[in-house]
Antibody
Framework: QVQLQESGPGLVKPSQTLSLTCTVS??????????WSWIRQHPGKGLEWIGY???????YYNPSLKSRVTISVDTSKNQFSLKLSSVTAADTAVYYC??????????WGQGTLVTVSS | NFMLTQPHSVSESPGKTVTISCTGS????????VQWYQQRPGSAPTTVIY?????PSGVPDRFSGSIDSSSNSASLTISGLKTEDEADYYC?????????FGGGTKLTVL
């Protein structure tokens, strides 16, 4: 059973960079066949897809966030990470990491709340 | 930009059937697969329908999905409603490689 767990600071100051890591257990990122994604949910709002990385390192980002997002993978640690630069209060959200198959999100992390505030 | 529009909320009684719609803003919704996710309060979403009308293992057959090209809409139908079905439901499709979510529908079972 593949499980995902987000980790990182719960509070980030405006203009700084938000950094989160997703640790995958019960399966290997390197085995291929899946996209490793980040999705966020603003408080009381809907879901927003941020982007994905494949085990090879290829990425795709939501065009609305592309200029500020970097997703990377560390296959030796079975982890992938999210960096979101120049954050504002509008980036306050629950951030989920997820494992995507070809046409569905197969597994979700439990989510982690990140608040942007001074 | 491609958008998916869902009703903000729906409500129905236990044992009844409810349908939640998801309308595409442009193009043909049938051109890309539609998924549906259920999110109970305080929990991460889970998939209830993928590839328009497929159920992951473990999802009861009370959940079904369909596409109506004439209205450019996808629908999630839940029959034999149970109180445990009370949740937010999100549709999701694609705009090129971008994943697009609908705004979500709050289902109340009362």
């Amino acid at each position: 059973q593949v499980q995902l767990q987000e980790s990182g600071p719960g509070l980030v100051k405006p203009s700084q960079t938000l950094s989160l890591t997703c640790t995958v257990s019960g399966g290997s990122i390197s085995s291929g066949g899946y996209y490793w994604s980040w999705i966020r949910q603003h408080p009381g709002k809907g879901l927003e897809w941020i982007g994905y990385i494949y085990y090879s390192g290829s990425t795709y980002y939501n065009p609305s966030l592309k200029s500020r997002v970097t997703i990377s993978v560390d296959t030796s640690k079975n982890q992938f990470s999210l960096k979101l630069s120049s954050v504002t209060a509008a980036d306050t959200a629950v951030y989920y990491c997820a494992r995507e198959g070809i046409t569905m999100i197969v597994n979700w992390g439990q989510g982690t709340l990140v608040t942007v505030s001074s | 930009n491609f958008m998916l529009t869902q009703p903000h909320s729906v409500s129905e009684s236990p044992g009844k059937t409810v349908t939640i719609s998801c309308t595409g803003s442009s193009g043909s919704i049938a051109s890309n697969y539609v998924q549906w996710y259920q999110q109970r309060p305080g929990s991460a979403p889970t998939t209830v329908i993928y590839e328009d009308n497929q159920r992951p293992s473990g999802v009861p057959d009370r959940f079904s999905g369909s596409i109506d090209s004439s209205s450019n809409s996808a629908s999630l139908t839940i029959s034999g409603l149970k109180t445990e079905d009370e949740a937010d439901y999100y549709c999701q499709s694609y705009d090129s490689s971008n994943r697009v979510f609908g705004g979500g529908t709050k289902l109340t079972v009362l």
